[in-house]
Nanobody
Framework: QVHLAESGGGSVQTGGSLRLSCVAS????????FGWFRQAPGKEREGVAT????????DIVDSVKGRFIVSHATAENTVYLEMNRLRPEDTGMYYC?????????????????????????WGQGTLVTVSS
């Protein structure tokens, strides 16, 4: 079983940057994938970015493309979300999730067969607040 722990959230002004980290620990990382999600107050959770190390595949959703970057450090079992040019609408709780294979990508991008319930590990979240 994989356990996830996010960090790096905080309060910044519009235009600022933050880098979130998600450290994975547990017994097996075979075919593991990672997804970043966020939930703003009063809104539904939405996918932000995903990384699948075995497939060397990274994806960013259109709403943050060009501002957010997702990356992975294999040796540290860590996935990062670098967030630049932050806007007030980026405010929310950010969660890291993991699963196997392409499940993360399908869930984050909202593909027809995507299902967030198929992601079997979630972190506790880290809060990002962007002020205008």
């Amino acid at each position: 079983q994989v356990h996830l722990a996010e960090s790096g959230g905080g309060s910044v002004q519009t235009g600022g940057s933050l880098r979130l980290s998600c450290v994975a620990s547990g017994s097996s990382y075979e075919s593991i994938c990672f997804g970043w999600f966020r939930q703003a107050p009063g809104k539904e959770r939405e996918g932000v970015a995903t990384f699948y190390p075995a497939g060397s595949r990274a994806d960013i959703v259109d709403s943050v493309k060009g501002r957010f970057i997702v990356s992975h450090a294999t040796a540290e079992n860590t996935v990062y979300l670098e967030m630049n040019r932050l806007r007030p609408e980026d405010t929310g709780m950010y969660y890291c999730a993991s699963a196997r294979g392409w499940k993360c990508r399908r869930a984050v991008l909202g593909l027809p067969d995507g299902d967030v319930n198929s992601l079997d590990a979630w972190g506790q979240g880290t809060l990002v607040t962007v002020s205008s």
